[in-house]
């Protein structure tokens, strides 16, 4: 096992993983902007985590991604490690999701692990401070090279939100913001969120049709994904993607949480009655099959990044294998280190 993966599983998440996971992941952002915010801090993490192999770049609709993998949303979604992820060998960040208006989430625990099941039981319900500070926070900071900026966008998890029109709304104003300040390389509308109140409203095909109707209202000049659910069933689904190639959206993330607890590999890992997505393990193989769909159905031109249960190098392929042009994680990180990301690099690199 090489040094830093040893280092990690050996010596730093056994004790990582004593504690709650909110708190523990709230003092890796707050490490990992520490660092960022220095020259020292970035070359050293730059050593221990970047990746100076073969070039592995890849444009995919006009943007030039250093490495082909993604910090997928829900990590950063304060957009405060911005200055740090390229020296930990991602090629782009998707902060957020971000909202209308700042929002605590749903009661806590919002975060709880399943070990063996190599998965996270998520209930954020959207926490984040809201859009006017993330657009603060990211002009403070500016553009980082070596990064690709994407933005997802969500609707405030309250009561205000929770009708479709006041839903609509609330896309509406983090987008028009977001445009009118030329904030991220790209845009991804989180139509799939599990944990919010109202449901996910608009994973129903009139509804995201209402939906993007009111967002081409704004003048956009860079590529627009969707986040998909990986719980709907094909035919859905492709009632979705047929929407938003209707709407000319540039492609999709496929995708989103879990939310069928029966994929974890030890269900006693999950609460009885359902209480937050799955992310991990339990997300990987239906997604891939969903990747493989969509790429048959929506042809070479529609930009797919998967995302769900990438783990290992060898789950990295199988993504792109299916059809995905690009990866995003969040969980591999967690569970294997963050040294994954070169390690992903490098399987490309050889086989990719
Ligand atoms: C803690 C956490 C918070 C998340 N929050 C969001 C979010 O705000 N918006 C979103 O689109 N996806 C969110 N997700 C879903 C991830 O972006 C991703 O789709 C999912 O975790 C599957 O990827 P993974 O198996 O690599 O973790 C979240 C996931 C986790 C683990």
Known sequence: MPLMETAYKKALKPVLFRFDPESVHDIFVGVGESCGKTEIGRRLIERLYGYDG???????????????????????????????????????????????YPCEGNEPPRLRRAIQSKSLVVYKGLKNQGVDRIIERLEERGAQPGLVLGISIAMT????????????????????????RGLGDYYTINISCPNVSGGEGFTEPDRLRKLLTRLAEVECAVPRYAKMP????????????????????????????NKDYDTLEVREEAPEEYRGGLSGRPCRARSTELIKKTRAHCGDDFTIMGCGGVMSGDDAIEKLEAGADLIQLISGMIFEGPHLMKEISHTIADRG
């Open 157 to 180: 998890n309250a009561e205000s939100s929770a009708t479709i029109a006041g839903a609509i709304d609330d896309y509406y104003q983090s987008f028009r913001k977001l445009n009118e």
């Open 54 to 100: 073969p070039d592995i770049s890849r444009t995919v609709d006009g943007i030039t991604y250093r490495t082909p993998i993604l910090l997928a949303a829900g990590f950063d979604y304060n957009a405060r490690l911005t200055n740090i992820l390229a020296s930990m060998g991602f090629g782009g960040v998707e902060v957020g999701s971000v909202t209308a």
């Open 230 to 257: 990986i719980s709907a069933d094909w035919s859905r689904f492709r009632e979705l993607l047929d929407v938003l190639v209707e709407f000319e959206f540039d492609g999709a993330v496929v995708g989103n949480l």
